[in-house]
C-alpha cells in the first residue's frame, strides 16, 4: 500500500481544481485520486476513499457545509476548505481551528496548510484522530440548515427543509416525508434532531419528528398521548412525556394568516 496520502479536490469550477491539482504536484508525498463538484462530492468520497479533502466552501447547488454533513463528521476525511468568503467571515472558520485557503491561493499558504493536513492525517492513521474545530462548526451552522441532501442511487437529492412535513426512524436510518414523496436518508434521528431548527422541527415521539407549522389536529389518545394528524394527512403519535413542551412550543408560533 502506497505511503502518499490520498486527496480529492471538491470545487464547481474546473480552473480552480487544476490549480489546486498542479500545485499538489510538486508534492511527492500526495496522490491525487480524484476532483468533481460538490453535486458529486458524497459518490465520489465513498468510490475514491481519500484522506485529504480540499473543498470548496461555496459552490451552487451543494456547498461545501451541505456535503460534510451528508458525508457525516465523524466519517470524513481532514478537510482543507478553500474559500472566496471575506475577512470578517473567515473569522469563525479561525475562532474552530478549521484551516482554510482564501482563493486566490497564494503557493506559500497553500505549502503551509498542505503540511497541516498531512501531519493531521498521519495522526489519524496511527489511531489519534487530530482535534479540529469542523464538528464545532457544522453543529453551528447546522441550526440554519436550510437544505438536506439524500444519495438516491446514483443521484443526489436535496431537499428544502421547509418542505419537510414530518420524519420516522427506520433502523439506523431516517425517512423523511416532504411534498408527497419518502426518502431514506443514512443518519440517524439523534443526528437529524441536532441539525434541524428546534423552533420548528420538534422530537414528538422517539421514533418521530414533525414540522410544528404542519400540524393541523391534536387528538387525544389513551393514557395522555395524543395523536397530530398533519396537513399532509399523516397520523403521528405525541408521547405524553413530551407534550406539554411541544404544546408550549406550538403556542409560541406567529399565527397562520388565513
Same mark, same amino acid.
Given at each position: 500500500?502506497?505511503?502518499?496520502?490520498?486527496? @480529492? =479536490?471538491?470545487?464547481?469550477?474546473? @480552473?480552480?481544481?487544476?490549480?489546486?491539482?498542479?500545485?499538489?504536484?510538486?508534492?511527492?508525498?500526495?496522490?491525487?485520486?480524484?476532483?468533481?463538484?460538490?453535486?458529486?462530492?458524497?459518490?465520489?468520497?465513498?468510490? !475514491?476513499?481519500?484522506?485529504?479533502?480540499?473543498?470548496?466552501?461555496?459552490?451552487?447547488?451543494?456547498?461545501?457545509?451541505?456535503?460534510?454533513? !451528508?458525508?457525516? =463528521?465523524?466519517?470524513?476525511?481532514?478537510? #482543507?476548505?478553500? !474559500?472566496?468568503?471575506?475577512?470578517?467571515?473567515?473569522?469563525?472558520?479561525?475562532?474552530? /481551528?478549521?484551516?482554510?485557503?482564501? *482563493?486566490?491561493?497564494?503557493?506559500?499558504?497553500?505549502?503551509?496548510?498542505?503540511?497541516? /493536513? *498531512?501531519?493531521?492525517?498521519?495522526?489519524? +492513521?496511527?489511531?489519534?484522530? /487530530?482535534?479540529?474545530?469542523?464538528?464545532?462548526?457544522?453543529?453551528?451552522?447546522?441550526?440554519?440548515?436550510?437544505? =438536506?441532501? #439524500?444519495?438516491?442511487?446514483? +443521484?443526489?437529492?436535496?431537499?428544502?427543509?421547509?418542505?419537510?412535513?414530518?420524519?420516522?426512524?427506520?433502523?439506523?436510518? /431516517?425517512?423523511?416525508?416532504?411534498?408527497?414523496?419518502?426518502? @431514506?436518508?443514512?443518519?440517524?434521528?439523534?443526528?437529524?434532531?441536532?441539525?434541524?431548527?428546534?423552533?420548528?422541527?420538534? +422530537? #414528538?415521539?422517539?421514533?418521530? =419528528?414533525?414540522?410544528?407549522?404542519?400540524? +393541523?389536529?391534536?387528538?387525544?389518545?389513551?393514557?395522555?398521548?395524543?395523536?397530530?394528524?398533519?396537513?399532509?394527512?399523516?397520523?403521528?403519535?405525541?408521547?405524553?412525556?413530551?407534550?406539554?413542551?411541544?404544546?408550549? @412550543?406550538?403556542?409560541?408560533?406567529?399565527?397562520?394568516?388565513?
Amino acid at each position: 500500500m502506497s505511503d502518499r496520502v490520498r486527496v @480529492l =479536490i471538491v470545487d464547481d469550477e474546473p @480552473l480552480a481544481r487544476q490549480a489546486i491539482r498542479l500545485m499538489l504536484a510538486e508534492d511527492a508525498e500526495v496522490e491525487v485520486v480524484g476532483e468533481c463538484s460538490g453535486v458529486d462530492g458524497a459518490e465520489t468520497i465513498e468510490h !475514491t476513499q481519500p484522506e485529504l479533502l480540499f473543498l470548496d466552501v461555496q459552490m451552487p447547488e451543494v456547498d461545501g457545509f451541505d456535503l460534510l454533513e !451528508t458525508v457525516g =463528521i465523524d466519517r470524513a476525511p481532514t478537510v #482543507v476548505f478553500v !474559500t472566496a468568503y471575506s475577512e470578517h467571515a473567515l473569522r469563525a472558520f479561525e475562532v474552530h /481551528a478549521v484551516d482554510y485557503l482564501l *482563493k486566490p491561493v497564494s503557493d506559500e499558504r497553500f505549502t503551509d496548510a498542505l503540511a497541516r /493536513a *498531512k501531519e493531521q492525517v498521519r495522526s489519524r +492513521r496511527r489511531g489519534q484522530p /487530530a482535534e479540529t474545530g469542523v464538528g464545532a462548526l457544522l453543529r453551528e451552522r447546522s441550526r440554519r440548515t436550510s437544505r =438536506i441532501l #439524500v444519495r438516491d442511487r446514483d +443521484r443526489t437529492r436535496i431537499i428544502d427543509v421547509d418542505t419537510i412535513d414530518w420524519i420516522e426512524a427506520a433502523d439506523y436510518y /431516517a425517512m423523511i416525508h416532504a411534498e408527497g414523496q419518502s426518502h @431514506l436518508l443514512r443518519e440517524t434521528m439523534n443526528q437529524l434532531e441536532e441539525r434541524l431548527d428546534p423552533a420548528r422541527f420538534y +422530537r #414528538v415521539h422517539r421514533s418521530a =419528528i414533525v414540522h410544528i407549522e404542519r400540524v +393541523r389536529e391534536i387528538r387525544p389518545l389513551v393514557r395522555g398521548d395524543r395523536l397530530l394528524v398533519l396537513a399532509d394527512g399523516a397520523r403521528v403519535r405525541l408521547s405524553r412525556s413530551r407534550r406539554e413542551a411541544f404544546e408550549r @412550543l406550538l403556542g409560541a408560533l406567529p399565527r397562520r394568516s388565513s
